[in-house]
C-alpha cells in the first residue's frame, strides 16, 4: 500500500552483480560483509522506533487498563512498576538494546508473553502470504508484460496496460472487500476470512488445501494489485530493450520474433523486475496490514497494528525490526539471483 | 431438533435432551430441545487477561463467563432480578455489616476438586476487594469472610454495606475462582488467567491467538443435563464488515455485542435463515454521554451547559445515529433500571433558538463569522456510534455558533488525555450501567477522583450538595431510603448538568435461526449459555 | 516548455494532464461548486444517488451531501498528496544534497539513515506515527512523507556524485564558490529533473496511503478526504454501495492521472536527455 514506487534508487543494492561467477566463498564474504553493514542501520532502526512510542500520549498500562474497564491510580503504579515502565527513558532504551545485543527480543506487555514467540508464531502467516502473493503477482506480471511487450503499441499492449493501471491504482482495502463479497458471500466459493478452518483438526495435505482455500482471497487481491506493477515494469523494459543493439542485431540475423521475445528481449528486461522485487520487499510487508485486518488472518500486520493500540514498545520494535531483518535479507538474495541472471559480466548499467 | 438425521452421536444427545425437558421446569419452557453441536461465535478482541474475577468487562466476560460463573446471575423473572448461580440465597443483616451467603452443593471445579465455601472467601478476599476493577468500590469495606461451614459464606463489613448494592453487583464482580490454583501464586500473572479453571457449563478448550477460541462441554456441570451444546467456538473476527459477512456466508452463527453494524441490519434482517435479536443487553446499558471540562471558563456556565443541552437533538441521534436502536436519555440512570429510574427530571428539548438565547445570555455573543468560542471536542474510539455522534455534535454546536474541533485518537492516547491529562473541553464517552448507580455512575460526577481514572469525574466537576448524596446513599442500609437518594441524584445531575447525557443503547445480536434460546436473560451475551441450543 | 510540449505529444502525458487539470479545478474552486462545510448534516440520510435534485449522488449515514464530499475531498486528497510528496523530496533532495556534497563521514552517517527508512516498511511507520501522535492533516502529510523521502534522497545523492565532478561544478570550486552556493546553483538544477519524475508515483503512493490510514481510523475528522468517505462508506457497502463506490472512483482516476502524468513525463525527459 504505502509507497508503491517504481524505478527509483539507482544504488540501493550494492553490487553484488558485478561478476556472475560468484563462488561458494564470494557468497558468503557478501552475507558477511552485509550482516556487519546492518548493524548501524537496525540500531537506527530500533532507536527510532523507541523514540516515536517514547512521544507517544498513554503507555502500555493506560492502554491495558482501558481494555479492562479503568481502574485508579494505585493500580496503574503498581503495574508501571512491574513492567519497569517507571524508569527512565534512557534506562529502558539501555536495557532494550543490552537485552537486543543478547537476541533477546524482550516481554510483550500488551499479550504477556515474549515478544519472539509472538513473532515466531504470526510471522509464518505473513511470509505465506506474501511470499505466494508476490511469487504469483511475479509469475502472472513477468509473463502478462512479455505478452504486452512483445508488440509495444498494439491493441493487446494498450489493453493490458490500461487495465493494469487501474487495477494499480485501486486501493487494496477496497478491493479486497468487494472481492470477498464476491466470492466469499454471494458465490460462496471461498471462506470469507481466517487463515483456515478453526479447529477442525485437519493435518498434512488435507490442512495445506484448507489453508490454500483460506489465502486464495488475500493473495488474489495482493496479487492483482502487484501484478500490475510487475507487468509495467516488464512492459517498460522490454520496450525499452526492443531498441537496442543486441535485438537489432539479432532481428537482423533473421530470428524469428518469438525467439527474440524470449531470448533476448525478455531475458533482459526480467533484470529490473528482479530489482523490483528487493525495492518492493518492505513496501509489501506493509501493504499486509490492511489484508490481513480485512481477512483476519493474525499475521504480523495485525501483530502490529495491536501492538501499536496496546502501545506495546517492545513488540512494536521487534516487529520493525524483523521486518528490516526480512527486507535485508531479500535484498541479500534478489542480489544474488541478480548476480546468476546478469549474463554481462561487471555490466554496470542496470536499467530500473 | 428430535426430528435430527439420527447419527448416533445426535441420537445419544437427544435422547439426553428428552430426559431433561421432563426432569427440568425450565427446561420444558425453553424454546426447543437440542442436538449438542457446536456454536461458532465471533469476537472482536482478544483480552489479555481472560480472568473475569481480576478484570470485569464485558470483553472478558463474553468468554469467561461460560467457564467461570458468579454466585447469581442476571434475570427477568427472578426475585430482585436474580437467579441464583454458586449461591443459592444470600441475607443482609440488619446493621449492613454482613450478608450470608448459602453455597450450592455438589459443585466441581473442572480439575475434579470440590467447590467450597474457601473458594468464594480467597476469591473476595484475595481478588475481588484488591484487585479486581469494579470490586475494589463494591467490596471496598469489606473485612473477613467468614466460612463456618462449606456451603456458607459470611462477608463481614467494617461499615454499613447495603444489601441492594450487593445483589445488583453480584452478576459482575462475584465470579468465583478456584483457590488451590491461585493460592501462594502472582494472582494477576497465573497462567490461570489464561487457560481458564471454572465451575461453568463449558471447560475451556484451547486458545489459538487471532484466530479463536475453544469451549467444550463440561460433562460433570452442576446443572445437568445442561449445558446443551458440546463446544463454543469464539472466532477472532478484527474487522467490522467480518461478522456479517461470516454470518451470511455461515460460517459463524451468532454475532453479538453488534458486531454487525446498525447500518448493516436491516439488510441482514431479510436474508432467509438469519435472525436479527434486540434484547437480552437489559442489565448492560451503555449510555451516550458529553463529558465537560468545567476548567473552561464558559463550561463552568450553567447557561451554557444547558445551551450545549438544548443544542442537542435527541431524534436525530436516535434515529439517524442509532436508527432507532436507542433511547434518548433524560439523566444519568437509564430506563432500563426501573427500580432507580426516575423521569422527573430537568429535561432539555431540541431547541436551537433557546440554546442561542441562552449563550447571548451568559455573555458569549457571536463574532463577525457567527461564532462564539471554539472547543476542542475528544469522541471516545471505542464504538462506530461515538465517533458518529462526535461528527454529529460539531455540527449542531456550530449551528449554535461553538466551533467545535475534533480531535481524535486511539484509546490508548484519548484514554491519556481525558482521564489523566484534562487536555479537552467537551469528550463523548460511552460509559456503562451496571445495574446499581454506586457501581459505575456516581463516579462519573463525584469530586476528589484523583486524576488517572478512567471513566469517572476528571472534567473538575465539583457539587457539595451532589457529593453529600452520593456519600449519604453509599452508607444508606434501607432500600427504599437509598433508591429515594438516587432518585434525587439523577434530579441534581440533570439540574446541574455536570455532565450531558444523550442516549442509552443496548446492543444487537445477529443470529442464524438454527441457534436457539437466544436472550434469555439481561445479560445474556456475557451469562454461561448453559441453555443455549442448536437446531437440527 | 519543451518538455511540456514533449509531455503533452506523449499519449500519457496529455491523458494524465488532462485528467489532473479537471481535478485540479475542482479542488480550486471547491468553495464556489458547493459552498459551505462539506460535513454539515444536509438533508435525510442515505439518500439514493439520482433521486433528489439537491444531492445528486445522495447522502451519507449522516444526511452528508456525497457530492459535495467529493469536491471537498478532492482538495484535501490532493493537497495531501502533493503535501507528502512536496514534504518527502525536499527531505530527499536535501539529505541526498548533503550526502553527496559533503562525502566522507557526513555522507556515510546519513546514508544509513536512509537505509534505515528504506527497509523499513513505509505504511507501518505511517501508521505508528499516526495512532501515536494523533490524526491530524499535518501529522499524515509527515507520516507519509516520512515512508517516501529515501527513494528521492538515494536518487538525488547518486545523481550528485555523478555530475559533481564534471567540468563546471570543478570550475566553481576553483572559483571559490562556497559549497552550499555550488550545491544550490550548479547541481541542483542537474539533479531535479529526475527526481521531479520520481514524484508523481510519490504522490500517487500517498493518495492512496492517505486512503488506507482513513480506512483503518487514522484520518482528520475534521476534513473530509474521499479515504475516509470509502471508510465511512465500508460499513454500508451492502446496502449502499455508492457512498463507497463513488470516492472509490475519484481515487482510482486521480491516482490514474498522476500515475500517467509521470510516466509522460519520464518519458518526455528521456527523450530531452537523448536529444541533448
Known sequence: ?352 | MLTAIPTRRTFLQAGAALLASTALPTLARAQAASAGGRLIVAADSEPKNLNPAIVASNGVFFVASKVIEPLAEASFEGKDGLSPRLATAWEGSEDGLSVTFKLRAGVTWHDGKPFTSADVAFSALSVWKPLQNLGRIVFANLETVETPDAATAVFRFSKPTPLQLIRNALPVVSSVIPKHLYEGTDIAANPANVQLVGTGPFRFAEYKPGEYYRLTRNDAYWGKPQPNLDEIVFRVLPDRAGAGAALEAEEIQLAAFSAVPLTDLDRISRVPGIKVITKGYEALTYQLVVEINHRRKELADLKVRQAIAHAIDRKFVVDTIFLGYAAASTGPVPKNAPEFYDADVPTYDFDVAKANALLDEAGYAKDADGKRFSLKLRPAPYFNETRQFGDYLRQALAAVGIDAEIVNADSAAHQKAVYTDHDFDLAVAPPVFRGDPAISTTILVQSGIPAGVGFSNQGGYANAELDAVIAKAAETIDTARRTELYRQFQKLVAADLPLINVAEWGFITVARDSVLNVASNPRWAVSNWADTALQG | ?276
Open chain 3, 1 to 276: 516548455m519543451r518538455t511540456m510540449r514533449r509531455l503533452l505529444a506523449t499519449p500519457e502525458g496529455a491523458v494524465g494532464l488532462a485528467l489532473l487539470a479537471c481535478l485540479a479545478l475542482v479542488a480550486l474552486f471547491a468553495p464556489v461548486l458547493s459552498p459551505g462545510d462539506p460535513l454539515r448534516i444536509a438533508g435525510r440520510a442515505l439518500t439514493t444517488p439520482f433521486s433528489d435534485p439537491a444531492f445528486p449522488l445522495g447522502t451519507d449515514r449522516l444526511g452528508r451531501d456525497v457530492l459535495a464530499g467529493l469536491i471537498h475531498g478532492a482538495r484535501t486528497s490532493l493537497a495531501v498528496g502533493l503535501a507528502a510528496a512536496a514534504a518527502a523530496l525536499a527531505m530527499g533532495l536535501c539529505v541526498g544534497l548533503a550526502a553527496g556534497f559533503a562525502g566522507g563521514l557526513l555522507d556515510e552517517a546519513l546514508m544509513r539513515m536512509v537505509d534505515a527508512f528504506q527497509i523499513v516498511p513505509g505504511f507501518l511507520l505511517a501508521l505508528a506515527f499516526v495512532s501515536v501522535v494523533g490524526p491530524s492533516v499535518p501529522v499524515v502529510v509527515l507520516a507519509i512523507a516520512l515512508g517516501a523521502w529515501a527513494d528521492p534522497a538515494r536518487l538525488t545523492r547518486a545523481q550528485v556524485l555523478s555530475v559533481r565532478e564534471r567540468d563546471y561544478v570543478a570550475a566553481a570550486r576553483v572559483a571559490g564558490m562556497h559549497p552550499v552556493e555550488i550545491a544550490v546553483r550548479e547541481i541542483l538544477p542537474n539533479v531535479l529533473p529526475p527526481v521531479l519524475a520520481l514524484s508523481a508515483i510519490i504522490v500517487a503512493a500517498a493518495i492512496l496511503t492517505e486512503a488506507a490510514l482513513s480506512f483503518l481510523g487514522l484520518g482528520d475528522p475534521n476534513v473530509v478526504t474521499w479515504g475516509s468517505m470509502i471508510a465511512e462508506g465500508r460499513n454500508v457497502l451492502r446496502s449502499s454501495p455508492w457512498l463507497s463506490i463513488f470516492p472509490g472512483i475519484a481515487l482510482v482516476l486521480t491516482v490514474v492521472g498522476v500515475y500517467l502524468l509521470g510516466e509522460g513525463l519520464t518519458r518526455a525527459l528521456s527523450g530531452r536527455r537523448a536529444a541533448a
Open chain 1, 1 to 352: 500500500m504505502a509507497g508503491r514506487p517504481e524505478g527509483g534508487a539507482t544504488d540501493a543494492l550494492p553490487t553484488a552483480h558485478k561478476s556472475a561467477a560468484g563462488g561458494m566463498n564470494r557468497a558468503l564474504r557478501l552475507i558477511a560483509r552485509r550482516a556487519l553493514a546492518s548493524i548501524p542501520v537496525l540500531l537506527i532502526v530500533v532507536v527510532l522506533t523507541f523514540l516515536l512510542l517514547e512521544t507517544a500520549a498513554g503507555d502500555a498500562v493506560d492502554a491495558y487498563l482501558l481494555s479492562i474497564g479503568g481502574g485508579d491510580a494505585s493500580v496503574a503504579q503498581s503495574l508501571r512498576a512491574a513492567y519497569g515502565l517507571d524508569q527512565s527513558m534512557p534506562a529502558r532504551l539501555w536495557l532494550y538494546l543490552s537485552s537486543l545485543a543478547r537476541l533477546d527480543l524482550g516481554w510483550s506487555v500488551a499479550f504477556d508473553r515474549p515478544v519472539r514467540d509472538l513473532i515466531v508464531e504470526r510471522l509464518p502467516n505473513t511470509l505465506l502470504l506474501m511470499g505466494s502473493a508476490t511469487a504469483l503477482s511475479f509469475g502472472l506480471g513477468s509473463a502478462l508484460g512479455i505478452l504486452a511487450g512483445a508488440r509495444p503499441g498494439s491493441f493487446r499492449d494498450r489493453a493490458l496496460s490500461t487495465v493494469s493501471l487501474v487495477l494499480y491504482a485501486i486501493p487494496s482495502f477496497w478491493l479486497g472487500l468487494v472481492l470477498s463479497i464476491v466470492f466469499a458471500v454471494q458465490l460462496r466459493w471461498l471462506p470469507t476470512s481466517g487463515i483456515e478452518t478453526i479447529a477442525s483438526g485437519r493435518t498434512g495435505l488435507a490442512r495445506a488445501v484448507d489453508i490454500a482455500v483460506h489465502l486464495a482471497l488475500p493473495v488474489g487481491t495482493l496479487a492483482l494489485i502487484y501484478m500490475a506493477l510487475f507487468l509495467r515494469v516488464m512492459r517498460a523494459g522490454m520496450a525499452e530493450v526492443w531498441g537496442m543493439d543486441f535485438v537489432l542485431f539479432a532481428r537482423s540475423k533473421g530470428l524469428s520474433r518469438m525467439r527474440i521475445v524470449l531470448r533476448h528481449v525478455a531475458r533482459n528486461a526480467l533484470l529490473p523486475l528482479v530489482t523490483m522485487l528487493g525495492l518492493q520487499a518492505a513496501a509489501m510487508l506493509g501493504g499486509s496490514v490492511v489484508i490481513e485486518s480485512i481477512f483476519a488472518i493474525p499475521g504480523f500486520g495485525r501483530l502490529a497494528q495491536e501492538a501499536v493500540s496496546g502501545r506495546d514498545t517492545a513488540l512494536l520494535t521487534g516487529i520493525i525490526v524483523t521486518s528490516a531483518v526480512l527486507v535485508i535479507a531479500v535484498n541479500l538474495l534478489v542480489d544474488i539471483v541478480y548476480a546468476l541472471l546478469d549474463p554481462r559480466v561487471g555490466a554496470t548499467e542496470r536499467g530500473a
